[in-house]
């Protein structure tokens, strides 16, 4: 006991109850500062620290600290920080309020020790990320944001169904590994954290609304929602064998559409899931190794993949501009901004000497055995390598785009590559000593990356992508220097399997989209007025009309009458 | 004499002493109608709520009227349930009635007076048929509190009248068949006083003449309750009616006959034999649900704030007659507990459609966009507690009335009415994030920049007036603090109120 055992989220919910009061020029120092005093609180936190609080009749554990949610909490508070700082210059309240509250239920839910305080949080997640959807502020982030809050919505509801049957079932409200015997109440809570993890059939939410959201939006959106996925899984389903073919399958899917991709927040929206997939494979392996493997490659993910959504941010805020095909050549513009981009990009390719290539080797190593998923997972790295180590950064500042030169609207604050700094810093750091990193995961671990067999296995599958694509490049542009066919170009170094997923996958998954779009644009008519959509009323309008709809006073006397007599004539 | 006991009987004077003070003194220039009705519904909510203290640590209280001994005399019962339910109607009462004060004038200018001596009287009826014990004395206390409420419904706009009558053949309907019901149970056992009846009635055996009885009362009342489908009175009703009637009647009118509802259900008969004999609480379980849905539907449909908030109002009550048909101490904490949500959250809801119609002239839902939230900040955002209390998230009051009815469901593994709750949480949203999406989100398409900002900027704040915007911040507050110690009130207040044999 040394005071400290109270729920971190406090800090995230004093912030945001204190923002609106605050003077506008203080706001952007609140949203660093808050989050650093979690930060130092979760570090300061000691082992196996909980607080017990008496709701209704049951007993919530609404701070239980576990070596797993100590790292996920550390990630969270250093990258809702950093973030901080990179939307200094950001003035809007709203979104200000919304990042605090999210990154807050990210933060109750990792430190959660009972399943009614993770579904509120869980919750309030969801809510409060939609509000940075929307603060995109076009129409199809309206649209996104109200897609991606019916989803989460009914991920939460798929949650609250397995929570509710597995609390009947046992009696016990404790997050807690389940053993993998199989239970109605087991596969929802599975389904409602699959929601959140972007397992394809259930991801459309992310790829359709994180690139919508604002500049400093969706370097919060990315970092939260699906890592408190992973934990969860992690937590309640490590060992899980299902999780494998799950991993495998986020990892190729999504890689396969980012090589497709054309808007830079798109390709990385993709590398999320693709990303998350290899944590969720390592889940599915289960044992000491395996789980320190996902928790590090979620926090080194955490920190990389910001790092990248804010260089996609700064080009955004400098050109207005995300579509690869309109941007190109700002390298000159933005030289700092390239430069750490590519730390984030060599690190997420696993490059040695980045953290990627320490947590990547962790997770290839606790696959080693199992040779498909082994040598998907290779695949899937080539795919990430291609899409943002090379095609990203080459579109966006190297390429000169002789059809439509980008224009710049206004330079990148320098709060923007200072965020981007910290962030590259660390992650060299974790890269070149690792041991930093191992002290704060949940097992004990000795791992070595730097052996001579994994170092060369990491560099020889980007290094040959390069050298195709370098070949390519050279072939393509000779040939074509005015019109640059550059659907070819994704298309044509994509892994050969992943064209082969992509077939079937990509059209029944359109067609899926589409259905769904004919099917709503179907039933919102119908509910613009029940009594016609039901041949109840034969002269209704198209819309609900009072006078028109109005029941004759026949009709609810009838009717009153015909229940009392149906109800005497059943019961007699 | 304990002299506690007669705070069965305080509860119920304020209101007829302040109908009959509001018309006395016909002072033009004064507010004292308005003063007799906020200081006589606070007298009878502290009554209640100390009533309610009492009930619960001493006992239930039997007041006998005039000295006259039950079964041939009136007796007062104030019981945890009746208390917590006079304290629900008497609250929320003086709340509305404190934000009626300038709306009242300036909507009926010359009809001030009248307006108060009816409200009043609807009140006490309504807090008469809660407390009393005698079925024949819940009838005319139902009478009066009718008659007054379709008085109030007809000092309404120009469709008022019509919708008052609508209003008034139904609930006479109803009215009559429930006399008719208690004539039947008189016929079989010979008295009338609710607890005699319940002695007797085991006693006398399963008489179809019983059965039927029973059954007239619980639909009669249910078409007082909205039941579905008895509920084609409801809507156009509160539409038409002035801003303050429709917020006193609203949230209070359907709450008391679904009290009735679980009186002679749970406590005048066995609720097994309810439950299992006749399968009563399962039917009325089942048109609850029905009504969840249907009401929920319509609400989609409308585009008027004020016709949506009444459709919503048939759902809600929906929710609370499926908590009376699972027929369990689950579903009898579930029906309850959103009984005071409700009224909290409808009372709220209807007061901030009075402060839009004041401030903006209108409330149809199509018309609104962003600049209400900056010229309305507190409204809209009461507004929003309160949508997303209906919704039924948490920590808001109602998430843990729905949470009570899905565990109660649960229980009885009666899955229709899971589903049922979880899909109407879907609807609820859809109607009422329409109109927040109009309100707190730009949809003009562009992207918001200086421009935007600058326009913002030359709105002035608009607030409703202090008398019109602290009861509606008030009752917003009410659900967040109702919702984080509903632990409490469920275990003190509640819990004791559970029959016997339920």
Partial sequence: MNGLEFPPVLFFLLGAALLPILPASWRAGACVLFPALAFAHISMLPEGAELRISFLSYELLLLRETGMGKVFGIAFTLVASVAGVYAWHMRELKQQLAAMLYAGGALGVVFAGDFFTVLVFWELMAVASAFLVWAGGTREAGMAGFRYLIFHLLGGSLLLAGIVMEFYATGDLTVRAFSEDVSAGKILILLGALVNAGMPGLHAWLPDSYPKSTVTGSIFLNAFTTKTAVYMLAVCFPGWEVLVVCGLIMALYAVSYAVMANDIRLILAYHIISQVGYMVAAIGIGGEFALNAAAAHAYNNILYKTLMFMGAGAVLFMVNETRLTHLGGLARRMPWVVVLYLVGAAAISGFPLFNGFVSKSMVMEAVYGRELAYYLLALASVGTFLSVGIKLPYYTWFYRNTQREPETTRRAPGNMVLAMGILAVVCVAYGVYPYLQYAQLPYPEDFFAYRTGLVVKALQLPLGTFVVFWFVRHKILGEAKIVLDTDWLYRTPAPGVGMVVLGGVNRFFSACEAGLDRLISRIVPLFRNPLRTLRINRNSGEYFHPEADRFPLGTSVGLTLLVIVVVVFASL | ?502
């Avoid at chain 2, 009462?93 to 709306?103: D, L, N, Q, Y």
């Avoid at chain 2, 208690?182 to 006083?193: D, P």
């Avoid at chain 2, 429709?246 to 439950?275: N, S, W």
């Avoid at chain 2, 009372?347 to 010229?375: G, K, M, Q, S, W």
Wanted: glycine share 8%; with cysteine.
């Fill in chain 2, 1 to 502: 004499m304990d002299p506690w006991v007669h705070l069965a009987v305080a509860v119920l004077l304020p209101p007829f002493f302040g109908a009959l003070v509001a018309v006395l003194f016909p002072a033009r220039r004064t507010n004292l109608p308005w003063i007799a009705a906020v200081v006589s519904c606070g007298l009878a909510f502290f009554a209640s709520v100390a009533g309610l203290i009492y009930a619960v640590t001493e006992g239930t209280v039997h007041y006998h009227l005039g000295g006259w001994e039950p079964p041939m005399g009136i007796e007062l019962v104030m019981d945890p349930l009746s208390a917590f339910f006079c304290a629900v109607i008497a609250g929320v009462a003086s709340f509305v009635f404190i934000h009626g004060k300038t709306v009242v004038e300036r909507e009926t200018p010359e009809k001030v007076i009248p307006f108060y001596s009816t409200a009043l009287l609807l009140i006490g009826g309504l807090l008469g048929i809660i407390l009393t014990g005698d079925l024949f004395n819940l009838y005319v206390f139902l009478e009066i509190s009718s008659l007054a409420g379709y008085a109030l419904v007809a000092i309404g706009d120009k469709r008022a009248p019509v919708s008052a009558f609508r209003y008034l053949i139904l609930g006479t309907i109803g009215a009559s068949f429930y006399l008719l019901g208690v004539a039947f149970l008189f016929m079989e056992t010979g008295s009338l006083n609710m607890r005699d009846v319940a002695e007797i009635i085991p006693i006398a055996g399963d008489s179809p003449a019983t059965v039927a009885g029973l059954i007239l009362i619980v639909f009669g009342i249910g078409l007082k309750m909205a039941l579905f489908p008895m509920h084609g009175w409801l809507s156009d009703a509160y539409t038409h009616a002035t801003s303050t009637s429709t917020a006193i009647i609203a949230p209070i009118g359907t709450k008391v006959a679904a009290y009735v509802l679980l009186r002679t259900c749970f406590y005048m008969f066995d609720p097994e034999y309810v439950r299992n004999e006749i399968p009563l609480t399962t039917i009325i379980g089942f048109l609850g649900a029905a009504g969840i849905i249907w009401g929920s539907v319509l609400a989609i449909a409308q585009r008027d704030l004020k016709r949506m908030l009444a459709y919503s109002s048939i759902s809600q009550v929906g929710y609370i007659a499926l908590g009376v048909g699972l027929a369990s101490p689950y579903g009898m904490i579930g029906a309850v507990l959103h009984t005071l949500n409700h009224a909290v959250m409808k009372a709220c809801l209807f007061l901030v459609n009075t402060n839009i119609l004041e401030r903006f002239r209108h409330t149809h839902i199509p018309r609104f966009d962003r600049t209400y939230r900056i010229r309305m900040p507190w409204t809209m955002a009461a507004f929003t507690v309160s949508a997303i209390s209906m919704i039924g998230l948490p920590p808001t009051a109602g998430f843990f009335s729905k949470w009570y009815l899905v565990l109660g469901s649960w229980e009885r593994s009666n899955y229709l009415f899971l589903a049922v709750i979880v899909i109407s949480s879907l609807l609820n949203i859809v109607y009422f994030f329409r109109v927040l999406e109009k309100v707190y989100l730009r949809t003009d398409g562009e992207p918001y920049d200086d421009r935007n900002e600058q326009e913002d900027l030359a709105l002035k704040r608009e607030e409703a007036r202090g008398s019109m915007l602290f009861p509606v911040l008030f009752l917003a507050v009410g659900l967040l603090v109702i919702g984080l110690a509903n632990a409490f009130i469920v275990t003190t207040f509640i819990r004791p109120m559970i029959p016997d044999g339920l």
